[in-house]
Structure formats: C-alpha cells, structure tokens
C-alpha cells in the first residue's frame, strides 16, 4: 500500500524535475536569443555607422569638387576673356589639324618619307644594338690564342661529356621504366621527385659542358666566360640533389672541383676582370680611403640603388643579419611563444648566427636595393613573397636532405607548402624587408663603416674562410647525426670525428628548436 503511494509521489516529482529543466532551458535559450539579437544589432549599427561615415566622406568631397567648380565657373564669369580665348586657341588647333590632313591627303609621299625615316632610324638603332652585342662577345682578347693545355682541356671535356650523356640517358631510360612499372612506389613521391631533378641536372649540366668545351676549342674566350655563370647554377643544383639523395658524402667531390676550375677558368678566359682589378686597384683603395673618412663607404654613387652590390657589403649583410635575425628569434620566443624560457635557435656550428636570415638580408637586399626609394607598400609584397618562397625551399631542402624540421605552420592560418611557411610569417617577412630597406640598411653601411678601409680585405677574407668552414661542419654533423639517428653503421674517419665530438646529446642541445626524422628525409626510402 505504501509502494502504491510513493509511486505517484515520484512521478510528479520527474515531472516537476522536467518542468523545471525545460524551463531553465527555455531561459537559456531565451538568454542566448536575446544576447544574439544584442550582437546583431551591435553590428548593423556598427555597419550604418561605417556607411554614414563613408556617405559623410564622400558628401564632404562632392560638396568641395562642386565648390572648386563654382569658383571657377564664377571666375571664368568674372574674365570672359579667358573663355573667348580658350575658345580660339581650340578653333586653331582644330585648324591646324585639318590643314595637316588636307596637306597629307594632297601629298601622301610626305607620309611615305616619314614612315621610311622612322624604320630607317629604328634599324640603325637595332644595327648599333647588334653591333654592341658583337663587340661584348667577340672581344679583342678573342684574337689572343688559349693555350693547347686549355684546347686539350676542352677536348677533354666534350670526349666525357659525349661518353657521360648516353649513360645518363640509360640510367633515365631504367628510371623511367621502374616508375612505370609501380617498382619506386616504396620510395616514396619526394625521392622520385628529387631523383628526376637531378637526372635533368645532370643532363643539362653534360651539355653546357659539351658546348663550353667547344667555346674553347674555338677560342671563344667570352662566350666561355659567360657559359661558366650557368655552370655555377647547376653545378649548386646538382651539389644540392646529391645532399638529398645521398647525404654529405664523397659523391660532392667532383661538383668542387667544378666549382674551383670554373672560378679558375673564367678569371683567365676573361681577361678584364684581372685587368680591370689591376687598373682599378690603386685608384680603387683612394677612393676607398676618402669614402671612409666622409662616411660613405659602401653607397652606391651611380644612384641605381642605395648600396653597392659587392662581395664585401653582401658578405657583412650576411654576418650582421645572422646575428641580428638569431637575437630577435630568441628574444621573441622567450617573451612570446613559451614565455621565460630561453631557447638557443642557432642555425650553425659554432657562433651565434642564423643564416636563414643572414640568406634572406642578402636575397632581399639584392632584389629591393633599386627600390630603396619607392612606396613601402612595393617593398613589403616583394620581401614577403621571397622571404617565404626562400623559407619554404630551405625547410623542403632541410627535410629532403636530413629530416631535419626546425619549424612547422601547418597549423597556422593561411598555411602554404605544407606548413613550409604561412601568410601571417611571409607577412613578417615583409615587414622585414620595409625595415630593412628603409631603417637598417643604412645603419648597417654606417656598422660597416667602422671596420678601417686598410683592414677589410684581411678581415673579410679571414671571416668568410671561418663561416665556410662553419657552414661546412654544420652541413657534415648534420648529416652524421641523420645517419645515428637511423641506425647507419658510424665507420668513415669523418662520422667517427663528428660522433666524438658532436655526439646526439651535443647536437640535440646546440639545435634546440630542430628535430630529426630519418623516415622524412628523401634518402634510404
């Protein structure tokens, strides 16, 4: 009987339960109507509010056009002398006009001479063009004969290359096939990418040296020259796919050898740029030396940019950049991304430097030197677009070559290249290049300009000698703590100096901000 009675008991207490959950649901959701119904409106107001500032700013620039044209028309009213006169000087130019016409139409050989003069004037233009094409190509060091070694050289050259081409071909021709074939679907996409470039490299590379080989032969000392730019270009390529594909090894050997014979070469086949050091050197240490004392060492005098574009300026960019750019990335990550801690983010061996940003100074500088003087707006598109496309190369090489990752934006708004870089990052990079073009450039020729002019070439030479051995180490430990990390054997003379002395724990702790991750890298897949 008690049962019978707490049942209807506890089931108008479910029911006040329920009464009183939809009602609190029905406040909630009442709550939330109201505070969107109070957004909404904010933001209509806000809008008319922008529109009547706008309708206000543009009413105010009618109303003054319309001023400015009143007063002129009452001005003119004021003067209808001005009026008459404009009137006639229109009637006479419609007149003179039409005596052109009339004199063209009753002597159209008149037309035909001028016509004539001005083809005959743009073809002398392009004879003269031409002419100095010649000359720049076919110089006066042309009629002096090269050496037979050199002659040899460049039989050499064309026999290796001629033999190197169908191997090449072969090794394309099996590529080819396997991926046909579904074999080089385990290696995945990168390493079939990379293998591909560089067999394309390797290809143009025989055949620029083919045709060098020829320029000797044939004593063409200019076009030799002017050939050993483009094997700087893809010898740096091939050296670059190497380092992908099979690491810091014996195979970079013959691309610096290349580097050291090209550099040889064209400092011989072109004679003026020894005779031009030679005739300029002493004229070149007076003028150095007065530039110094008036503090303008460095600039560009003939006003196509504002600084020159030297190895020494480029080189000290580099230098300071990299300090510059691996102080504000620490100070930035110790206030802002893992607040109080301070984290090491150099990006070499030894010293504090950070040559992503050194790189990025110079490529910036190269290509926004001409523009120091246009709108900021201008400098910040063009630093942004090449700081990122530089970011994305350098992380896509680091990655490809090491599986190294030292940054990662895929989780960043406007991600590009799979989180290579990102538009908030290219944006900062733009920023960058307006500061740099327009602030810090110029405190940088003033930086530079303490070093003493009878100092910089010892110190110049003497620092560029410790950042490529730098550059060098850095490339080698890394590529020896890629191979520990994926269990390669450590046998070589080199992997067994740089694992005493730059061990895991060593390199783990100089490159605090960079991971490896061997099954990234495009070799051993």
Known sequence: MGDEKREPRREAERLEDAARKAETDLRDDLKKAVEFEKADLSETHREWHDQLHNDRAELAADIVRDKEKVRETLDDARHPERIARAAEEKLAHVADEARDVAHVVEHPSVVIGDVKGAVAEKKHALDETAATIAAEFTSPADKKRLPVVLRVFGVLLIIGSGVALPVIAKTIYQAVTLFESGAMRGEGLS??????????????????????????????????????????????????????????SYELIPYGIGFAV?????????PSLLEERRAHRRAREAE?????????????????????????????????????????????????????????RAGLLFGPFSPI???????????????????????????????????????????????????????????????????????????????????????????????????????????????????????QSLDCWYERLSGDPVDTPIQQFYDHEFNDTYMADRFQSMTIHPADAVRGK
């Open 262 to 270: 090209t550099v040889a070469l064209q400092s011989y086949l072109d």
């Open 191 to 248: 390493t079939i990418v990379v293998t591909f470039v560089n067999l394309a490299v390797l290809v143009v590379l025989a055949i620029t040296l083919i045709v060098f080989g020829v320029r000797l032969i044939r004593n063409q000392r200019r076009w030799a020259a002017l050939l050993s730019y483009g094997l700087y270009v893809l010898l740096l390529a091939g050296a670059l796919c190497s380092i992908m594909l099979t690491g810091v």
């Open 288 to 344: 150095e030396h007065a530039e110094g004392e008036a503090g303008t060492l460095g600039r560009d005098l003939s006003g196509k940019g504002y600084i020159t574009l030297n190895f020494f300026n480029l080189f000290w960019i580099f230098v300071v950049a990299s300090v510059l750019g691996l102080l504000m990335e620490e100070i930035v990550h110790f206030l802002f991304v893992v607040p109080g801690q301070w984290q090491d």
């Open 357 to 475: 940003y050194g790189c990025g100074a110079v490529l910036m500088t190269i290509f926004l030197n001409r523009f120091h003087k246009s709108n900021w707006l201008v400098i910040f598109l063009v630093a942004a677009v090449i700081g990122g496309a530089f970011e994305a190369f350098v992380s896509l090489f680091m990655q490809y070559a090491f599986g190294a990752v030292a940054w990662d934006y895929s989780n960043m708004p406007g991600s590009l290249f799979g989180g290579r870089t990102c538009l908030p990052f290219m944006a900062c990079w733009g920023l960058l290049g307006v500061v740099w073009i327009k602030l810090l450039l110029p405190f940088m020729l003033r930086l530079v300009n303490f070093i003493p002019w009878n100092w910089r070439y010892v110190l110049t030479t003497v620092a560029a000698c410790f950042i490529l051995v730098d550059a060098v180490m850095t490339l």
